[in-house]
């Protein structure tokens, strides 16, 4: 993949984080992937992408309670966002 297409998907990955429609999640994604998208990989952006596919009232409760998350698909990510944002952590 090109580092053009890596920038598009990034762009695209950031208006997708941090336009919701709530503005809890807004700010909760919007902030993490403003602060923490550049840097990414190929690897850790497809995880990122496939978490915002979530719908949101699925999203919140496993940021605000990781005991709620299904499975490890999203714990590792999950908790990054859980302590980039300085909550408790499981």
Do not use: C
């Not at 403003?34 to 699925?58: C, N, Q, V, Y």
């Amino acid at each position: 993949m090109t580092s053009v297409d890596l920038d598009v998907r990034r762009r695209r990955a950031a208006y997708r984080a941090a336009h919701r429609g709530t503005k809890e999640m807004d700010w909760l994604l919007g902030k993490y992937a403003s602060a923490r998208l550049e840097g990414m990989s190929e690897a850790e952006l497809a995880e990122f992408e496939d978490l915002l596919a979530a719908p949101d009232p699925d999203l919140q409760l496993w940021i605000m309670d990781p005991t709620a998350i299904p499975d490890d698909r999203y714990a590792a990510l999950i908790n990054t966002l859980r302590a980039f944002h300085q909550l408790p952590q499981s």
